[in-house]
Antibody, heavy 121, light 108 residues
Framework: QLQLQESGPGLVKPSETLSLTCTVS??????????WGWIRQPPGKGLEWIGS???????YYNPSLKSRVTISVDTSKNQFSLKLSSVTAADTAVYYC?????????????WGQGTMVTVSS | SYVLTQPPSVSVAPGQTARITCGGN??????VHWYQQKPGQAPVLVVY???DRPSGIPERFSGSNSGNTATLTISRVEAGDEADYYC???????????FGTGTKVTVL
């Protein structure tokens, strides 16, 4: 059964780049059945989709974040990654990686536990 | 951009039925998914493609979608159903996901 685990720094300074990695276990990230995505949730607020990637490298980004976001995939390590540049306090959030199954109309049926990232000097 | 609107809160007595709406322009033409999120936990998919349930999700959870409104219905509400609920669609016109604003369900 597929499992996801986020990793990366919990504290990032303003204006720097936030970098997170999601490791996929229990299956292959190269599966044609899944798109991989990042979703975040600021404290006390709702869910915000950041972007998604297919194993082939095709990417889709939230228009509101597109200029600062890069999502990439490393099939050799069974991982995909998020980079968010020029961060501010508004980027403080719990960041989730998730898998969206093609079979279920791209619903996110697999989620990591989430990792809290704080932007502060 | 596409917007999904949910009521901020819904209160329901145990054993009764909770209905959570998700409004969006012509949402009936899209596939709607629903997530349950309890405090401190990652979201869990409870309904996908408007009305289907993943294995392990009780039959008490059901969904419908027509016109400009999708609805998640929780029948015979239990204390354990108290959580935040989010609807979600894939907006094919702009190739991006949209989450609803979220609804907090309180069991009285």
């Amino acid at each position: 059964q597929l499992q996801l685990q986020e990793s990366g720094p919990g504290l990032v300074k303003p204006s720097e780049t936030l970098s997170l990695t999601c490791t996929v276990s229990g299956g292959s990230i190269s599966s044609s059945s899944y798109y991989w995505g990042w979703i975040r949730q600021p404290p006390g607020k709702g869910l915000e989709w950041i972007g998604s990637i297919y194993y082939s490298g095709s990417t889709y980004y939230n228009p509101s974040l597109k200029s600062r976001v890069t999502i990439s995939v490393d099939t050799s390590k069974n991982q995909f990654s998020l980079k968010l540049s020029s961060v501010t306090a508004a980027d403080t959030a719990v960041y989730y990686c998730a898998g969206a199954t093609v079979t279920w109309q791209y619903a996110f049926d697999i989620w990591g536990q989430g990792t809290m990232v704080t932007v502060s000097s | 951009s596409y917007v999904l609107t949910q009521p901020p809160s819904v209160s329901v007595a145990p054993g009764q039925t909770a209905r959570i709406t998700c409004g969006g322009n012509n949402i009936g033409s899209k596939s709607v998914h629903w997530y349950q999120q309890k405090p401190g936990q990652a979201p869990v998919l409870v309904v996908y493609d408007d009305s289907d349930r993943p294995s392990g999700i009780p039959e008490r959870f059901s969904g419908s979608n027509s016109g400009n409104t999708a609805t998640l219905t929780i029948s015979r509400v239990e204390a354990g159903d108290e959580a935040d609920y989010y609807c979600q669609v894939w907006d094919s016109s702009s190739d991006h996901y949209v989450f609803g604003t979220g609804t907090k369900v309180t069991v009285l």
